[in-house]
């Protein structure tokens, strides 16, 4: 089953405007990743943050974590079109490294 | 540095015939290696993984099979498809770091 939950399900946004998704988990983790997926390609890993990490930065990304509510968003800013894509949240939870995705977030940015 | 191949990058295979798909990874040694299946729209389902030659762990019960017979070498096979087989396959692999790194995928259609 998926354990992450992500919010809102699709984005469409301006190119320049900010865009933020939300992740939901169930159970504790060792640390949550962020991939991005262009249509009909594989994952491309954007962002690590560990369970004991609050925020991480990089590049226009953002990141945040709240381990107490189970939930991590992700800001993209000035976004482009480029940044079209679907973006999910994935937890790793135990020793072998195991991911669990939630469903994605679909964002389209229109010039 | 490090890459990860799949093939073939699409597969149309009519219902009972079997199936083999292969995921080599270069530049690293003794990786963890992972199966993922994502089916259209949503997110990744986990359906092994392995973290050594002969170590095969299988996350849901399904028609599938992997085995990994070369250190970098990750394959999914079955004898005879199903149409439920069908969806976006995705290899994995992570090293001694917590960064898990996806490869290509594999489209695969059952008719």
């Known amino acids: 089953s998926q354990q992450g939950e992500e919010d809102p399900q699709a984005l469409s946004i301006q190119e320049g405007e900010n865009a933020t998704m939300n992740c939901s988990y169930k159970?504790?983790?060792?640390?949550l990743q962020w991939y991005r997926q262009n249509s009909g390609r594989g994952l491309v890993h954007l962002i690590l943050?560990?369970?004991?990490?609050r925020e991480k930065h990089s590049g226009r990304l953002r990141v945040t974590l709240d381990t107490s509510k189970k939930s991590s968003s992700l800001l993209i800013t000035a976004s482009r079109a480029a940044d079209t894509a679907s973006y999910f949240c994935?937890?790793?939870?135990?020793?072998?490294?195991?991911?669990?995705f939630g469903a994605g977030t679909q964002v389209v940015v229109t010039p | 540095s490090q890459t990860i191949h799949q093939w073939p990058a699409t597969l149309v295979q009519p219902v009972g015939s079997p199936l083999s798909l292969e995921c080599t990874v270069e530049?690293?040694?003794?990786?963890?290696l992972y199966w993922y299946r994502q089916a259209a729209g949503r997110g990744l389902q986990l359906l092994f993984y392995?973290?050594?030659?002969?170590?095969i762990s299988s996350e849901v019960p399904q028609n599938l099979s992997a085995s990994r017979p070369q250190d970098r070498q990750f394959i999914l096979s079955s004898k005879k498809l199903l149409l439920s087989d069908s969806g976006f396959y995705l290899c994995?692999?992570?090293?001694?770091?917590?960064?898990?790194?996806f490869g290509p995928g594999t489209r695969l259609l059952v008719l």
């Open positions: 994935a937890t790793d939870f135990d020793s072998w490294g195991k991911l669990q």
């Open positions: 159970t504790s983790i060792n640390n």
């Open positions: 943050i560990r369970s004991n990490e």
């Open positions: 392995s973290v050594g030659i002969g170590q």
């Open positions: 530049g690293t040694s003794n990786p963890n």
């Open positions: 994995a692999w992570k090293g001694t770091g917590e960064t898990q790194y």
